[in-house]
């Protein structure tokens, strides 16, 4: 069989610590767990904020160019009901 790993020691607070984990471990402190946690919530909270601005400009660019269409269409409509209104005084029909 092969030799075990060399554990790499180091010298922390006046403790030895083993970099294969034990007793001596280190501990998270508060600051590192609110950013290991807060930074990735800050982050998707500022992915949805630009997909929802994103999908706004959207949305209100298809609304912009359906009234438009809309608004061309009514405009092809009356031009079409004054022109048969005119073929209908000229045929007396109206």
Known sequence: MGRP???QKTKKRG???????????TQMT???LYLAV????LFNGLLFVFGF??????VNHLET????NFNLLV???????????KVESKLGIG
């Open 5 to 7: 790993p060399k554990v």
């Open 75 to 85: 405009g092809k409509l009356m031009e079409m009901d004054s022109r048969l209104s």
């Open 53 to 58: 601005t994103m999908l706004l400009t959207k």
């Open 30 to 32: 508060n600051a590192q």
């Open 15 to 25: 403790k030895v610590c083993e970099a294969g984990g034990g007793e001596n471990e």
């Open 38 to 41: 807060g930074v990735p919530i």
């Open 65 to 68: 160019k359906f009234d438009a």
